[in-house]
């Protein structure tokens, strides 16, 4: 691997890198070209994982899974990640591992919740306390903090966790700690009031309207729908239940708004949450295309939207880490290649 050939999609121009001490350097001139008929990104990117379990059990993650999740990741050219919490801080050993051996990641820590608000097993917090309770689960995690912001009660439907005033005082107290804040929404009305919270990421957000859509671009926030987690969980909660009927009727407004939220500057990106087999947030970016983007659409929500909303380059600079990901044909066109990639390339070292 003398000479690194690096043509992106939809772009003509194609340029050459060599690799030195696990860095891209400038093209060497001379030696054997590696590459020259594949297509090259930066890395795909899961906005919405749980690395301390490989299914939704709730209980004390496990250190040992979570890095052979986070090493599975890599393998399929998933080099960033964002771990959206758990009943724990496992995702956090994973700063313990060696990069070569783990995708870049954010995360949350112990995800909060209210009495009765989620799955048992979540840390549950009096709303009155939340600035206090960010503050603490903001120094154990890595730049975010996790909130449920609604849940089903018996009897009564989706139910919200907090209010208003609570929701912009736990989103100010973890603003000044240096962390964003993300929080789960399924039921109508949370998005909206979270999203004039103050709220960095809307997760699920099934009930986001077009007015609060513009108001998170205008700030360029964040939104993960997870449409494959929505469906999974019809179809667990039975299609002609009422909690499928309404998670159906959030589906839908989610492909209505698709478009115009990235229009309107919200930063859209894919997250598998529990839907997929391990890693594959490849099948979610191909689901939210189905709502009428574009190829072009689906590689930015899988790399380039969150690759920029986590602060990182866009890839193949000088003297960053050689990471690259290959596929045999042009994802622009042929957008079903990006769930087989040909080569990776992590750190300068290809993998399998």
């Known amino acids: 691997m003398d000479r690194i050939v690096i043509r992106r999609p939809g ?28 297509w090259a990104i930066p890395g795909l990117v899961d906005a919405h994982c ?24 890599l393998e399929r050219g998933v080099f960033c990640v964002v771990d959206k919490g758990w009943t724990d801080t496992t995702v956090m050993t994973l700063t313990d591992v060696d990069p070569t051996a783990r995708p870049d990641f954010e995360a949350a820590g112990e995800v909060l919740t209210v009495p009765g608000g989620y799955f048992p ?22 730049g975010w903090v996790k909130l449920i912001g609604d849940w089903p009660r018996k009897g009564r ?9 609570q929701l912009r005082t736990g989103v100010e107290a973890a603003h000044g700690a240096g962390a964003r804040v993300a929080i789960h929404t399924m039921a109508p009305d949370v998005p909206s009031m979270a999203v004039e919270a103050g709220v960095d990421s809307i997760e699920h957000g099934l009930f986001l309207t077009e007015e609060a859509i513009g108001v998170l671009g205008r700030r ?34 989610i492909e209505s708004l698709l478009a115009d939220a990235i229009a309107a500057g919200v930063v859209v990106m ?32 899988l790399c380039d939207a969150p690759r920029s909303y986590m602060r990182l380059t866009a890839g193949f600079e000088l003297g ?8 045999e ?24």
């Open 220 to 253: 360029g926030g964040a939104w993960v729908p997870t449409l494959l987690q929505v469906e999974k969980t019809i179809v667990q909660l039975g299609a002609d239940s009422s909690g499928g009927r309404l998670l159906s009727e959030g589906r839908d407004n």
């Open 320 to 327: 960053e880490p050689a990471d690259a990901v290959f596929f």
């Open 50 to 73: 749980h690395l301390a379990k490989d299914v939704l059990e709730p209980g004390p993650g496990d250190p040992g899974g979570a890095r052979a999740r986070a090493f599975a990741y």
């Open 121 to 142: 097993g979540f840390r549950e917090i009096d709303p009155a306390d939340i600035a206090d309770e960010v503050r603490e689960v903001a120094g154990d995690a890595a």
């Open 270 to 301: 894919a997250g598998t949450d529990f839907a997929t087999d391990l890693a594959d947030v490849v099948s979610e970016g191909l689901r939210l295309g189905q709502a009428g983007l574009s190829p072009g659409d689906i590689i930015t929500m």
């Open 329 to 352: 044909a042009d994802p622009i066109i042929t957008p079903g290649v990006l769930t087989h990639p040909v080569a990776v390339l992590r750190h300068g070292r290809l993998l399998g």
């Open 11 to 38: 772009v003509e121009e194609v340029t050459t890198l060599g690799i030195a001490d696990t860095q891209w350097v400038s093209d060497p001139q001379t030696g054997d070209d590696f590459a020259t008929d594949w």
């Open 157 to 165: 439907g989706a139910v919200p966790n907090f209010d208003l005033d």
